[in-house]
């Protein structure tokens, strides 16, 4: 059974309104999360991440909020732009393990 | 240019005929990781090694053998691929996951067929 979960596999986005992206875990031993983006045939890159003992992480128009008590981790894209289409993974670490979802593809409409 | 690079980054082959991937990075990581993604089930890791002579199993180590004799490298080997093991691979390094350094650089994939 998958440990994280991303339930949504797509996300439609007007250009410059706001992209949020969720994500669900069982395990509440993960002590550090990240967000990646994909796109296609390329290799995931790393976007954002969030330690545990934290509970929001900013960096320039993306925003990781972690709510451990609901085990759910959210991405926000503000403001969204095309560039920002593709898809987005998130993962979790625990000892020395990553467990990814399955992906969320992203669109945002011109 | 820090990179990772896999070859090949496409291959067709049959059933049982063994297989490795290559993997190689050069940032001096010590962290590697062997990933297939599948429809709807996202990136399982397969294995990872810590470092050198260090390796250990992934959540899906089934059918897969890796090997880290030198710190660059991490080929993952298929002994006797079948069929369900048609998958994209990605191969992913990072500086030392579980100190602080989480974040990972991944390859551009290997898209197997094995018919």
């Known amino acids: 059974d998958q440990q994280v979960k991303q339930n949504s596999p797509s996300l439609s986005v007007q250009e410059g309104r706001i992209s949020i992206l969720n994500c669900d875990y069982t395990n509440s031993m993960f002590d550090y999360f990240l967000w990646y983006k994909k796109y296609p045939a390329e290799g995931p890159t790393f976007l954002i991440s969030?330690?545990?003992?934290?509970d929001k992480n900013e960096d320039g128009r993306f925003t990781v909020f972690l709510n451990k008590s609901a085990k759910h981790l959210s991405l926000h894209i503000v403001p969204s732009q095309p560039g920002d289409s593709a898809v987005y993974f998130c993962?979790?670490?625990?000892?020395?393990?990553?467990?990814f979802g399955s992906g969320t593809k992203l669109n945002v409409k011109p | 240019e820090a990179q990772v690079t896999q070859n090949p980054r496409y291959l067709i082959t049959v059933t049982g005929k063994k297989l490795t991937v290559t993997c190689s990075q050069n940032m001096n990581h010590e962290y590697m990781s062997w990933y297939r993604q599948d429809p709807g089930l996202g990136l399982r890791q397969i294995y990872y090694?810590?470092?050198?002579?260090?390796?250990d199993k992934g959540d899906v180590p089934e059918g897969y053998k890796v090997s880290r004799k030198e710190k660059r490298n991490f080929p993952l080997i298929l002994e006797s691929p079948s069929p369900n093991q048609t998958s994209l691979y990605f191969c992913?390094?990072?500086?030392?996951?579980?100190?602080?350094?989480?974040?990972?650089?991944f390859g551009p994939g290997t898209r197997l067929t094995v018919t």
């Open positions: 090694s810590m470092n050198v002579e260090v390796t």
């Open positions: 992913a390094s990072s500086r030392a996951a579980g100190q602080g350094f989480y974040e990972q650089y």
């Open positions: 993962a979790a670490y625990n000892f020395n393990k990553f467990y």
């Open positions: 969030i330690s545990s003992i934290k």
